[in-house]
């Protein structure tokens, strides 16, 4: 990974996910792309819908942009991180500002990008919400998605959590250069595996194969998003990794009841990617 874009606004949230994203970019010696995105204030057609457009717009004020650099900068420096103009190949901290709606905006700059990085939206429907859905739907890269209450360093301890799902499967490859960072690593199957993708024990060879020592963990199937959460907290995990569902059914809103989870109720910061 060499490019983590955030998107950045003046908020608590906001600087919680720029510590999470330079201490992992010091790690990965990735460039840190921060990001403001704000609505053209002579157009009413830059957001999905009127409630939208008037939901940013009531967060959006003409020092926005001003304080939203001014938090980066802090952040970026307090992390040792050089402010730099132009893309290069030594890591930096690159800033920019965009006119536009989120979903445009994220189509735009995140295809771009190795990683986002985004924090839970305290209520759905909101501004932050929009971010999140643009970020999973319309980036086509991994998003890391922070709970309101994100510890600074991740990916010491990793969960994945395995379906045997081709959404699962990329999730891990996006995220091998975390994986092959962490101190430990758990592959976490709810129930048995009777589904044609691979198996647990396939992914645990394959991973050997990069360098990576991984722990297989089985539970009954259950309740999944009760047992998920209760094998992160044995393994001490500090980042579970999972695959969503499609574009489709992301954009219909039809969420199962472990995505649902995940994307708006998971305690641990979580590392998905659409398919």
């Given at each position: 990974m060499r490019v983590i874009l955030v998107p950045v606004a003046d908020r608590p949230e906001c600087a919680r996910a720029l510590q999470t994203a330079f201490e992992l970019g010091n790690r990965l010696e990735a460039c840190v792309s921060g990001c403001h995105m704000r609505p053209h204030r002579h157009s009413k057609t830059t957001m999905s819908s009127a409630f939208a457009d008037a939901a940013w717009r009531k967060k959006s004020t003409k020092r926005a942009p001003e304080a939203a650099n001014s938090l980066y900068r802090k952040v970026a420096e307090q992390n040792g991180y050089e402010l730099i103009r132009r893309a290069r190949v030594k890591p930096g901290a690159l800033w920019s500002e965009r006119v536009g709606s989120p979903e445009r905006l994220i189509g735009i700059v995140?295809?771009?990008?190795?990683?986002?990085?985004?924090?839970?939206?305290?209520?759905?429907?909101?501004?932050?919400?929009?971010?999140?859905?643009?970020?999973?739907?319309?980036?086509?890269?991994?998003?890391?998605?922070?709970?309101?209450?994100?510890?600074?360093?991740?990916?010491?301890?990793?969960?994945?959590?395995?379906?045997?799902?081709?959404?699962?499967?990329?999730?891990?490859?996006?995220?091998?250069?975390?994986?092959?960072?962490?101190s430990e690593v758990h592959i976490i199957s709810c129930?048995?595996?009777?589904?044609?993708?691979?198996?647990?024990?396939?992914l645990t060879a394959y991973l050997k194969h990069w360098g990576i020592d991984a722990e297989r963990v089985t539970t009954k199937g259950r309740n999944i998003e009760k047992e998920l959460m209760g094998a992160c907290k044995d393994a001490g995990a500090d980042l579970l990794l999972a695959g969503a569902y499609s574009r489709s059914r992301w954009r219909e809103k039809v969420f199962g009841g472990t995505t649902e989870f995940l994307v708006h109720k998971a305690h641990i910061p979580v590392l998905t990617l659409h398919t």
């Amino acid at each position: 990974m060499r490019v983590i874009l955030v998107p950045v606004a003046d908020r608590p949230e906001c600087a919680r996910a720029l510590q999470t994203a330079f201490e992992l970019g010091n790690r990965l010696e990735a460039c840190v792309s921060g990001c403001h995105m704000r609505p053209h204030r002579h157009s009413k057609t830059t957001m999905s819908s009127a409630f939208a457009d008037a939901a940013w717009r009531k967060k959006s004020t003409k020092r926005a942009p001003e304080a939203a650099n001014s938090l980066y900068r802090k952040v970026a420096e307090q992390n040792g991180y050089e402010l730099i103009r132009r893309a290069r190949v030594k890591p930096g901290a690159l800033w920019s500002e965009r006119v536009g709606s989120p979903e445009r905006l994220i189509g735009i700059v995140g295809p771009v990008s190795d990683l986002i990085v985004v924090s839970r939206p305290r209520e759905q429907g909101g501004v932050a919400d929009m971010f999140l859905n643009a970020a999973l739907l319309n980036s086509s890269r991994p998003v890391l998605i922070l709970p309101q209450a994100a510890r600074k360093k991740i990916g010491r301890s990793v969960c994945i959590g395995w379906n045997q799902s081709p959404g699962a499967a990329q999730a891990v490859a996006a995220a091998l250069p975390i994986l092959q960072q962490a101190s430990e690593v758990h592959i976490i199957s709810c129930g048995p595996e009777e589904k044609p993708g691979p198996k647990s024990q396939q992914l645990t060879a394959y991973l050997k194969h990069w360098g990576i020592d991984a722990e297989r963990v089985t539970t009954k199937g259950r309740n999944i998003e009760k047992e998920l959460m209760g094998a992160c907290k044995d393994a001490g995990a500090d980042l579970l990794l999972a695959g969503a569902y499609s574009r489709s059914r992301w954009r219909e809103k039809v969420f199962g009841g472990t995505t649902e989870f995940l994307v708006h109720k998971a305690h641990i910061p979580v590392l998905t990617l659409h398919t």
